[in-house]
């Protein structure tokens, strides 16, 4: 499938002819069914009245897409907010554009859709991230360009997965944010982990503090014992240097330290925390392989 934009609205799954209401069909709601790859979980209720609100006055401006299943069965690809907002306003018919698309398909547009209007939290996201590779065998590298997002956009949002559920419930409902979310990645201890996201939720800490503290909390590293020096020691390294860090830390998602040394010479750490890990940080730097 070729590369596509998120841009607003359906333009970026539907063709013009599509667009221009050629292929438009009013089809009964009762005879919709959802998607059962819709990746959102949660719908706004608040969000769906004003929808099915603005519904009632002025009707329903942008159809829904259906795959026609029998002769009167369909089921949803996208469009299942409106779908929601339409039922809550008593209509009983929906304009609606047939496809036949595979399951992947289906998922892939549900996806997009959502991304397109930011409506997607970051958990669901990535919960359909990981359906796309383990279902359909696809790599972060060709997850990235059916979404149109970048590969570190993708992996980041990946290790989002590997929080506790309450704190994955957390990022899904609002409470806090994905940003703290990958700053209590940082923090391998359980206890201090929950305990840091207990200051979050109650203090409200921004995700810069929450990074802060959760770099406070790390085990601290071993002390290199003194011996004969075979290699020129630590300098003070310019001002640019630490833009780097914070760059390559932000496209690699995980903490980079570049250390310089006497000299102009220097050394770039990059830190890991398991093996799945190491994985994603190397299909960053070489996902062609070595």
Same mark, same amino acid.
Do not use: C
């Given at each position: 499938?070729?590369? #596509?934009?998120? !841009?607003?609205?359906? !333009? ?5 002819? &599509?667009?221009?209401? =050629? ?40 159809? /829904? ?6 002769? @009167? ?8 907010? #409106? ?19 595979? &399951? ?8 997009? &859709? ?20 383990? &279902? ?18 993708? $992996?980041?949002? %990946? #290790? ?12 899904? =409902?609002? %409470?806090?944010?994905?940003?703290? !979310? ?29 990074? %802060? ?19 020129? %020691? ?5 001002? @640019? ?9 932000? +496209? ?7 250390? +310089? ?7 770039? /750490?990059?830190?890991? +925390? $398991?093996?799945? @890990? ?9 996902? =062609?392989?070595?």
């Amino acid at each position: 499938m070729a590369r #596509r934009g998120l !841009g607003k609205g359906l !333009g970026a799954l539907l063709s013009q002819g &599509e667009l221009e209401g =050629n292929l438009v069909q009013e089809i009964p709601i009762e005879q919709i069914r959802p998607n059962p790859y819709q990746p959102r979980r949660v719908f706004d209720e608040d969000s769906l009245r004003e929808l099915a609100d603005s519904i009632r006055q002025v009707g329903l401006l942008q159809p /829904v897409i259906v795959r026609k299943d029998g002769a @009167e069965e369909y089921t949803l690809i996208a469009g299942e907010r #409106r779908l929601r907002a339409a039922q809550m306003a008593g209509l009983e018919r929906i304009p609606a554009i047939v496809r036949t698309p595979s &399951e992947q398909q289906m998922l892939e547009m549900a996806l997009i &859709e959502n991304l397109q209007r930011e409506d997607i939290n970051p958990i669901d996201a990535a919960l359909a991230y990981k359906h796309l590779m383990e &279902e359909f065998g696809l790599t972060q590298e060709q997850v990235a360009m059916r979404v149109g997002k970048s590969v570190p956009a993708i $992996s980041n949002t %990946l #290790r989002l997965l590997q929080l506790p559920d309450y704190i994955q419930e957390s990022i899904r =409902n609002g %409470l806090i944010s994905e940003g703290h !979310g990958r700053a209590l990645l940082m923090v391998r201890d359980p206890v201090q982990q929950r305990q840091l996201w207990q200051q979050i939720t109650a203090d409200g800490l921004s995700v810069r503090a929450t990074e %802060l503290r959760a770099r406070e909390l790390r085990s601290p590293e071993q002390p290199i014992h003194p011996g004969p020096r075979t290699h020129p %020691l630590p300098s003070t390294p310019p001002p @640019e240097l630490k833009a780097l860090e914070h760059n390559l830390s932000a +496209y690699l998602g995980t903490k980079v330290k570049v250390v +310089y040394m006497e000299g102009g010479a220097g050394r770039i /750490v990059i830190e890991f +925390y $398991s093996e799945e @890990e190491l994985g994603r940080i190397l299909e960053i730097i070489a996902p =062609n392989g070595f």
